[in-house]
């Protein structure tokens, strides 16, 4: 059986990503890297260095980052179970 993640994860995840797409309109980086690390902390260990690299790109290439932030949440946003533990 696949593991899933429930309801609730997936709307946080939803939320969190809103908020990041919302950082990046908005030029804020901070709530970027605050989104990114939030959802790192839960995910399996390549996601998350993935996550903590866009949270490190934000302080010195911000345009790497937000690009790199935007396939990353498409790819969780289709694929959530990949949060699963």
Known sequence: MEASISSDES???????????????????GT???VVQ???ASAPAPIQARLLMVAELCLEHPEQAIAIWLQLKDGLLAHPRQLAS
């Open 11 to 29: 709307r946080e995840l939803r939320e969190l990503c809103f908020g990041g797409d919302w950082a990046c309109v908005d030029g804020n980086l």
């Open 32 to 34: 970027l890297i605050f």
């Open 38 to 40: 939030r959802i790192a």
